[in-house]
């Protein structure tokens, strides 16, 4: 019973594993190299690549970001503030939010539904992702 326990819990791990949910935590590891790399990923999803894995070097691992969190990510190693960089990259894209199934209008409506968002994001993620050496 015990080892038939051990499997279940074994093949759960794995398959958790597989999807890139799971990393160990590396103390002694140097972010520059993943902070710039991340960077400049960041700067290309900004202008339309489809990058989706973030560098993570606290874990040796990496994370997925969505195309609007990495934007977020950009605007906040700018100095940016979150929401409305977000809003002016997706602008400079000719892309826009949708929300029930219309195009929020470019401007305030995208910035404050940008912020709600990315709320999450920026209180919780985005400080992990700084824990785990991804951004300074």
Do not use: C
């Not at 894995?53 to 190693?77: F, K, N, R």
């Not at 910035?111 to 050496?133: A, D, H, N, W």
Request: glycine share 12%; charged share 20%.
């Amino acid at each position: 019973m015990k080892n038939h326990m051990f499997n279940t819990y074994a093949v759960d791990l794995f398959k958790v594993a597989h999807g890139g949910a799971v990393g160990f935590y590396v103390p002694e590891a140097d972010p520059g190299p993943a902070v710039a790399f991340n960077q400049a990923l960041a700067e290309r999803v900004s202008s339309g690549a489809p990058y989706r894995y973030m560098a993570l070097p606290g874990i040796g691992s990496g994370i997925s970001l969505d195309e609007i969190q990495w934007m977020a990510v950009d605007a906040y190693a700018k100095g940016e503030a979150i929401p409305a960089g977000v809003a002016q990259r997706l602008k400079a894209l000719n892309k826009s939010l949708v929300k029930d199934g219309q195009a929020v209008a470019h401007g305030d409506a995208t910035v404050r539904e940008l912020e709600t968002r990315l709320g999450v994001f920026v209180e919780k993620t985005l400080p992990m992702i700084q824990r785990l050496g991804g951004v300074v």
